[in-house]
C-alpha cells in the first residue's frame, strides 16, 4: 500500500505546481483605482466570512442571538418536562477523561500520546513518551471502566501533525488496566496486526466489554477483551474502507460499518450482512436506538444545498427519516453534523450550524452554534448554547447527563440546561496546553458502575 | 510560488489602517503582496484562469468595503483569502460548469515527460468531478497552507468536521489517481 502521506505531500507539490499556472503579472494600481472609484464605502453586513467584526459590535450581536437561544430553548425545556416521563436513573457516574494528543514538536519520530484531563489539574500523560517513536491514538475504556483500549503503531516515513495522512507499521491495538487514579496499571493484552502499513486502528469495545472490533481493509477484527485472541470476518467491507465509522448494537449481536452509499450491517456469530443503502458517501455517526432496531446516521447529501443532515433509519432499510429541519429562511443554510445517540439510546445531539448567504457570497454566521438535543423522531428539541469555539463533536458523558465537547481549543463539558456552565478539562493549541489539531476526536470518558 | 506570508503581513499592518481609512495607496499596497496568492487559490477551485480573475476580481471590491471589519491585520491574507476562495465557489455554483481538461496534441512539443503531463492532467479531472467546495477545501489546506482552524473559519465547520472531510478527501482523491 502506497504510504498516504507520501500522497499527500505529492499532491500538495502537484497543486502548488498547477496554482502556480495561474501566476500571472497584474497592475495593483489600477485595480486598486477601479475598485476605489466604482465603490464607495457602505454599512457592512457584518457577519461573513470570518469572524473578526469589531469586538463590541460583534459582543452585541453575539448577546442578542444567546438571548434568543436561551428563550426558545427554555420555552423548549418546558415542553420537554410536560411531555417527556423522566430518564431512568443512571446506573453509572462520570470517571476520567482521556483523550490522544500530538506532542507539539513532532520532530522525535511519533506522533500521539494519551493523557488523562480534569478539571482545574493539567493533562496528565499516561501512556507513551517523549521520543519513543510509538504513537498511541484512539483511546477507549471499556463499559465497566476498568480497561482502556488504543490502537498504536510506529512512524514509517516523515510524521506530521495530520493524523488523516499519517501512515505507520508495527501496527497494534493494545488493552491495559486502568486504576482508580486513571493510570494504566498493567499490560492485558496486545493484538499485532499483520506486517503492512496503514493509519493507526481505532478499536471499539462491545456494549458487554467482552470484545473489542476494529476494520482492517475489508475485513473486520473482533478480539477478546481479555486475552486477545481474535477472529477475523473478512470481505465485510465491499471498500476496503478502515477509517469509516463502526459501531456496535447494543446487545452485542450486530456492528454496523459505514460504507459509501450504504451501512452494512455484521452479524456477529454469522450470516449474510444486511445491507441499508443511503445516498452519498459514507455516512457518519452511526448510533443504535435503545431497542437496536434503528440506527441515527449523518448523511453527507446536502440537505438544502450545504452541510448534511441527522437521519434515523430501520435496519431493514424501511422508514429513513431526516431529523433536522431544512431552511426555510432566504439566504439561510443549515449544516447538521457530529450526531451522537445517548446512553439510554432515546434521544441525540448534533451540532447545529448555519451559513448564511449574501450577493457578497457565503459564510458561517459568527453567531454560537447550538448544540441540538431531540428525540429520535425529531421532537422535543433543546438547543443548548455552547461558546463558540468549544462547538465540536458532542458526546454524552457515561451518566447521560452531560455533553463532552472535544475541539481543537480544548476539551470541555457542559450540562443539558440551556444556560448551564462549561467545564474546562484542557486547553488546546495556544502552545500551551494539548495539542489538539488532529486529535480533539479520539476522546473517550470513563463509565464508572455506582 | 508561495507568499511570504509572516514577515509580509506584518509590515502591511500599516497599510490595512491606511487602506480601511479610504488610503488608496496603502491599498494598492494590499493588492500587490495578496493578488497573486488570492488568484492561485482560485484557479485550483475554479480549473479556469478567467474565472479565477473574476473571482478574485470580485472579492477586492468587497474588501475595500469591509476592510475596516477585519480586527486582526495579523489574520490579513487567511481572510483576503477566504473572501477570494467565497467569491470562487459562488461563481462556480452559480456556472454550475464542470471543467473538462483535454490532452492536447499541440502541447506534446514542450519537453515536458510525457507521464507528468498526463499525470497533471489526471489531477485536473479529478479536480473537476469535485464539488466547488470540496476543491476550495485542498486549495486553502494546501495552496494557502491554512491550518485547521483556519480552514473551520473560512469554510464554516468544526475543525473536526473540516479534518474529517479533508480525509475523506484525499482517500478519494487518492483511488480516482489510483495511487495505490
Known sequence: ?450 | MTISVAAMDDSLAGAVALAAAGNEAAFTRIITAHHDDMTRVCFVICGDLDIADEAVQAAWPIVWRKLDSLRDPDRLRPWLVSIAANEARQLMRRRRRRTVVELSVGDTTTGVDPAVRVGDLDLANALARLDPDDRALLALRYVAGFDSTELARATGRSPSGTRARLARLLDRLRMELSDD
Open chain 1, 1 to 450: 500500500m502506497t504510504d498516504r502521506l507520501d500522497f499527500e505531500t505529492r499532491l500538495e507539490e502537484r497543486l502548488r505546481a498547477r496554482a502556480d499556472l495561474a501566476s500571472r503579472p497584474f497592475e495593483a494600481a489600477a485595480i486598486a483605482r477601479q475598485v476605489v472609484a466604482g465603490q464607495g464605502r457602505r454599512a457592512r453586513l457584518g457577519w461573513l466570512e470570518w469572524p473578526t467584526t469589531r469586538l463590541a459590535f460583534r459582543g452585541l450581536a453575539v448577546a442578542l442571538l444567546l438571548a434568543m437561544a436561551l428563550l426558545g430553548a427554555a420555552i423548549g425545556i418546558g415542553a420537554l418536562l410536560r411531555e417527556r416521563p423522566p430518564l431512568p436513573t443512571s446506573v453509572v457516574s462520570n470517571g476520567w477523561i482521556a483523550i490522544s494528543a500530538n506532542p507539539w514538536n513532532v520532530g522525535g519520530g511519533e506522533n500521539g500520546d494519551i493523557y488523562i484531563v480534569s478539571e482545574g489539574n493539567p493533562p496528565r500523560r499516561v501512556i507513551g513518551a517523549d521520543g519513543d517513536e510509538v504513537a498511541q491514538a484512539c483511546p477507549r475504556f471499556s463499559p465497566d471502566g476498568g480497561r482502556l483500549v488504543y490502537g498504536e503503531g510506529r512512524a514509517t516515513g516523515t510524521v506530521t501533525t495530520f493524523r488523516g495522512g499519517w501512515t505507520v507499521g508495527d501496527r497494534a491495538i493494545v488493552i491495559v488496566g486502568v486504576s482508580e487514579h486513571g493510570d494504566p496499571w498493567a499490560p492485558l493484552a496486545r493484538v499485532a496486526i499483520p506486517a503492512g502499513q496503514g493509519p493507526v486502528v481505532c478499536p471499539e469495545w462491545s456494549p458487554t466489554g467482552q470484545h473489542v472490533a476494529f476494520r482492517l481493509g475489508a475485513a473486520l477484527w473482533i478480539a477478546d477483551g481479555v486475552s486477545g485472541a481474535t477472529r477475523v470476518l473478512p470481505d465485510v467491507s465491499a471498500f476496503g474502507r478502515e477509517d469509516n465509522d463502526l459501531e456496535w448494537s447494543r446487545d452485542g449481536s450486530m456492528i454496523a460499518v459505514a460504507e459509501p452509499g450504504q451501512i452494512r450491517i455484521i452479524h456477529v456469530d454469522g450470516g449474510a450482512p444486511t445491507v441499508i443503502a443511503v445516498e452519498g458517501g459514507p455516512p457518519r455517526s452511526l448510533g443504535w436506538t435503545a431497542d437496536d432496531r434503528r440506527i441515527v446516521y449523518v448523511s453527507v447529501v446536502p440537505v438544502d444545498g450545504y452541510g448534511s443532515g441527522v437521519h434515523v433509519v430501520a435496519i431493514d432499510g424501511a422508514n429513513d427519516t431526516l431529523l433536522t429541519p431544512v431552511a426555510n429562511e432566504p439566504g439561510f443554510h443549515f449544516t447538521f453534523d457530529e450526531a451522537s445517540v445517548s446512553p439510554d439510546g432515546t434521544r441525540v445531539a448534533y451540532r447545529h450550524g448555519i451559513n448564511q448567504c449574501t450577493t457578497d457570497g457565503c459564510g458561517s454566521r459568527p453567531a454560537p452554534e447550538p448544540i441540538v438535543i431531540a428525540d429520535l423522531d425529531g421532537s422535543s428539541r433543546i438547543d443548548v448554547p455552547v461558546p463558540d469555539d468549544l462547538v465540536s463533536s458532542p458526546r454524552w458523558s457515561p451518566d447521560g447527563k452531560r455533553l463532552l465537547l472535544s475541539s481543537i481549543v480544548g476539551i470541555s463539558s457542559i450540562g443539558l440546561e440551556p444556560g448551564s456552565p462549561v467545564v474546562v478539562y484542557a486547553n488546546g493549541t495556544l502552545g500551551r496546553g494539548l495539542n489538539l489539531e488532529w486529535s480533539a476526536s479520539e476522546v473517550t470518558w470513563q463509565p464508572v458502575p455506582r
